[in-house]
């Protein structure tokens, strides 16, 4: 494939020039004008061109629920939105992957079916704790990026650890890498037991039943537990107050968080009118908190966007009159890239440099997949991402490829769109004529040990 007249990010945070890119399945050459030979070629005309995009938070539910989202679908949103790698969490999967035996029963159940490149997540509950030692070790010699780790959860497939438990496993096993979903427990349970009946039926409470103090008193509670050998990673951050104590605490520790587009666009006040469609957990906050965590994009303080994945059937899922028994989730991850350059980039809050950081590659660094990922170094994965910043999108939930055809950004129109997606020299999504590739092109890529 030989792409020409690229833009591409040349040096420093803005600095952009026209290139163009020879490459099979990995990246052959970059310079302003190359004549070669190619199977393909494609002038791009000027549009932005960067390392493919990564989501590290994705539950695409297989197996287990493929009903909500599998790999399928989920990876083929992920190539509409931009996407070239994802990565999928251990614990809305049935058995949860905990085991070397239920990351092989993953594996047999989603080979066939990605169409574009995954790595995966392992998990730690509270039922798996008799055989801590042995399974992180097999499940990171099988090739898992880390362990996550809740400190509430409603799924009884995968139980929660309490403080001393964690803190028993970051003393005994310091060298992986560990993600935490942070709410307490105890704050929550409080919350809600002080709510009238009516009250926690309405989507206007449900922020008071989880409310900015179960973050952060568990993101708190997690940073003080942690040995300078730990290397820890927080998931889908949602108040400014637990950013601001992560940031503090990783000046001198092994620390990184994340934040999703639903805490950077909306609140608490969206909930009475966008209901099941920005139910999340944690829930979005106040408007203090959003503001706070735009500002940390725009200075690059958090680490990367994800878009914590999770559609269902929307009419038997989320139409329900008791709030307490709405699912908890929103699709994202076809919106996520084209959400933050027209927010972000477009509208010059924050430099291509940050947006590429943000949206490629600190997660590859982060989870060991640099620079076969997130980079436009020769010799590494051909994987681009094509953003064409002049045709704007229209959200329209209905036309979304995730199985669950909801979004709290329904009817808003994005200043750019995603012209094409190419996954190891081959374009696996554009803007003509869709997916370009079989399911089960993608595959499964293991951090470096």
């Known amino acids: 494939m030989l792409l020409k007249n690229a833009m591409i990010l040349l040096e420093g945070d803005e600095k952009t020039g026209l290139v163009d890119i020879l490459c099979d399945d990995k990246i052959r050459g970059i310079a302003g004008n190359i004549s070669a030979e190619a199977d393909e070629v494609i002038d791009l005309e000027g549009m932005l061109l960067i390392p493919g995009c990564i989501d590290s938070h994705v539950h695409f539910n297989d197996p287990g629920f493929p009903h909500r989202e599998n790999f399928r679908s989920g990876t083929t949103a992920a190539a509409w939105g931009g996407i070239t790698t994802i990565i999928d969490m251990p614990c809305t999967s049935i058995p949860a992957v905990t085991s070397v035996s239920a990351l092989n029963t993953k594996l047999a159940a989603i080979s066939n079916k990605a169409v574009v490149d995954y790595a995966l997540w392992g998990g730690i509950c509270s039922t798996d704790l008799g055989r801590i030692p042995e399974s992180l070790n097999s499940l990171h010699q099988a090739g898992v990026i880390g362990f996550k780790i809740y400190t509430v959860s409603s799924m009884k497939s995968f139980p929660e650890l309490s403080y001393e438990q964690i803190a028993d496993i970051l003393q005994k096993h310091r060298t992986y890498l560990y993600a935490f979903h942070a709410e307490d427990r105890e704050i929550i349970e409080k919350a809600t037991s002080s709510l009238s009946d009516i009250q926690k039926r309405s989507p206007e409470y449900y922020v008071k039943s989880r409310p900015a103090a179960a973050e952060i008193t568990a993101v708190t509670n997690i940073l003080e537990i942690l040995t300078p050998q730990n290397r820890v990673h927080f998931v889908h951050i949602s108040c400014g107050a637990s950013a601001r104590k992560i940031i503090k605490y990783r000046r001198n520790s092994d620390i990184s968080f994340e934040t999703c587009p639903h805490y950077l666009e909306f609140t608490a006040v969206d909930l009475p009118l966008l209901k099941g469609r920005i139910k999340t957990a944690p829930p979005v906050k106040s408007r203090e908190d959003r503001n706070f965590l735009r500002s940390c994009v725009g200075k690059g303080d958090v680490d990367f966007i994800t878009t914590d994945h999770a559609g269902c059937d929307y009419q038997q899922e989320k139409e329900k009159d008791d709030f307490r028994q709405v699912y908890s989730g929103i699709p994202g991850i076809e919106l996520m890239v084209m959400y933050l350059f027209s927010e972000f980039y477009l509208q010059k809050k924050t430099s291509l440099k940050t947006m590429i950081n943000l949206t490629s590659e600190r997660a590859a660094r982060r989870y060991g997949l640099y620079p076969r990922k997130g980079s436009l170094l020769p010799g590494t994965d051909a994987d681009f991402t094509v953003i064409d910043l002049k045709k704007p ?32 020299g081959k374009t696996v999504y554009s803007s003509q004529k869709g997916i370009q590739v079989q399911p089960g092109y993608g595959i499964w890529i293991k951090p470096a040990q």
């Not at 995730?402 to 190419?422: A, E, H, M, V, W």
């Open 393 to 424: 999108y229209l959200v329209e939930e209905n036309r979304l490829h995730s199985l669950g055809k909801y979004s709290p950004f329904q009817g808003n129109l994005f200043k750019c769109s995603i012209d094409r997606t190419i996954l190891r």
